[in-house]
């Protein structure tokens, strides 16, 4: 059975002057809140860190969401989860030990992400999903909001959903979600909704989540 569709809107996309009331405007409708960390060497953008993200949980009750787009995250990724975050996903690329990462984050009571870019395949990290609680197929290159959505990536979610069979690994995608684009990503099998311009581009972000999530139980019902 399908699960039900989670949305996690991006506060890149936000005013990082006014963090937590932005991440208050969508307070009871998003599942999580999707945190950037760049580190202008993993990718060609520099965003915050953990000092940041720390503040911001003490600001919020919504689960956070971390997706580092640095390098080395077999160092720092552990940390965002001692932090509080709810989820910590480092990207495969930069990672050196992947398993012992995984296990290190689950160990501190995160859940495990593990990002792929958009050229990176699946097939090689079958047999490392069983240490993992959610796997990030990324539908634009990381490092900045706001680009189009790239459906040449929509073969690789489907296929990662059905690597992913049974497992309890969430499948979630991020770049260029939207309005008329979430329902290729939930057909396609997508279980995590990120959104940064589709949200806090909305004049209602909550709104907006909620009817992202509209669309994407619709297009897996
Ligand atoms: C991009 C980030 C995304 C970004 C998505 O590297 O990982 O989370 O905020 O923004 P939109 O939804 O505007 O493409
Ligand atoms: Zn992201």
Redesign the pocket.
């Known amino acids: 059975m399908a699960r039900a569709p989670q949305i996690s809107p991006?506060i890149?996309?936000a005013d990082f002057a006014r963090l937590a009331d932005e991440a208050a405007r969508v307070e009871g409708a998003a599942d999580w809140l999707?945190v950037?960390v760049m580190d202008n060497h993993f990718?060609p953008n520099l965003t915050l860190g953990l000092p940041v993200v720390e503040s911001l949980l003490k600001s919020t009750t919504i689960p956070v969401d971390c997706?580092l787009?640095i390098e080395d995250p077999d160092r720092w990724a552990p940390q965002y989860a001692e932090a509080g975050a709810g989820s910590v996903t480092f990207h495969v690329e930069a990672a050196t030990a992947p398993i012992k990462l995984a296990r290190e984050i689950r160990a501190q009571n995160a859940r495990a992400g593990m990002a792929l870019r958009p050229a990176t395949p699946v097939e090689p990290y079958a047999d490392l999903l069983p240490e993992l609680d959610m796997l990030l197929v990324m539908t634009?290159e990381?490092?900045?909001?706001?680009?189009g959505f790239l459906d040449v990536v929509l073969p690789k979610i489907r296929r990662a959903k059905a690597l992913i069979g049974d497992l309890d690994v969430w499948l979630q995608v991020?770049?260029?979600?939207s309005e008329s684009t979430i329902e290729r990503c939930a057909e396609a099998g997508a279980d995590v909704f990120?959104?940064?311009?589709?949200v806090y581009g909305a004049a209602d972000p909550a709104a907006a989540v909620e009817r992202l999530r509209t669309k994407a139980a619709q297009a897996r019902a």
Not at 142 to 147: A, C, L, R, V, Y
Not at 174 to 177: E, I, P, T
């Open positions: 991006s890149l996309s999707h950037d990718v997706h787009m634009v990381p490092g900045f909001g706001g680009q991020d770049g260029g979600v990120v959104a940064g311009n589709a």
